[in-house]
């Protein structure tokens, strides 16, 4: 006679769903231009501290004006060395991003083979510039309480032909100082100059910053460097 069958034996192993933990999503800019989406890259790194690494595809969205629009996706690959972590990256293509500001972010939609659950990252965030602001001085060197006589030019043009410049001021920093706010930009071009005293002696670093409206991101200019000397 034949005892009872061994239930404990027979039934499968249950698997317990993990969490999965975005450790990293970074993107190649912080801004990009208008229809010049195919030259951003996000990176994303992913990790289940229970091991193993995790595997599968990590989607990347971008939401902005209250609708989502996929960018990228790409394979996850373990990190030489570690058990625990995984790595990728995607290009986003030419996505129809129209010019304004998103959120990035990136969703990993787990992994039942692994017992993984789904995950989403911390968003990112993206400007879609449709146009970009460059900054002049009328001289890389002054000297201390004559920043007066320093000349800022800002220039905005847009990115593509036939898109009007935006109206609008631009305000000039050195790091988180703000040295001056042009008037409201006429035929791309506006100007401003610091007041005496502003700076003292040192080495800055300035920058030219048009702000967002409904149609463009915020535009930052490329960092120009300044001498007050004594």
Do not use: W
């Not at 006429?186 to 300035?206: I, R």
């Amino acid at each position: 006679m034949t005892g009872p069958a061994n239930a404990a034996g027979s039934a499968p192993q249950a698997i317990h769903p993990r969490s999965v933990t975005f450790t990293g999503l970074s993107l190649s800019g912080a801004q990009v231009a208008f229809g010049a989406e195919q030259g951003e890259k996000a990176a994303f790194t992913v990790s289940d501290l229970s091991g193993p690494a995790p595997l599968g595809t990590v989607s990347i969205f971008g939401t902005g004006n209250g609708s989502s629009t996929f960018l990228c996706s790409g394979t996850l690959t373990p990190l030489l060395g570690s058990l625990t972590f995984s790595a990728g990256s995607c290009g986003l293509g030419s996505s129809p991003l129209f010019p304004g500001s998103y959120d990035v972010g990136a969703t990993y939609p787990g992994n039942t083979a692994q017992g993984n659950f789904a995950s989403v990252s911390q968003p990112q965030h993206l400007g879609v510039l449709q146009v970009t602001t460059s900054l002049g001085l009328s001289n890389p060197q002054i000297s201390v309480r004559q920043e007066q006589s320093e000349r800022l030019i800002a220039e905005v043009l847009p990115v593509k032909g036939g898109v009007p410049a935006p109206f609008g001021s631009v305000t000039i920093r050195a790091g988180v100082t703000i040295l001056c706010t042009t008037p409201p930009v006429f035929n791309s071009v506006a100007f401003c100059s610091p007041g005496s005293g502003q700076l003292p002696a040192g080495s800055y670093q300035l920058t030219a910053t048009r702000n967002g409206d409904a149609d463009n991101a915020a535009s930052i200019s490329a960092p120009r460097a300044l001498t007050v000397t004594p």
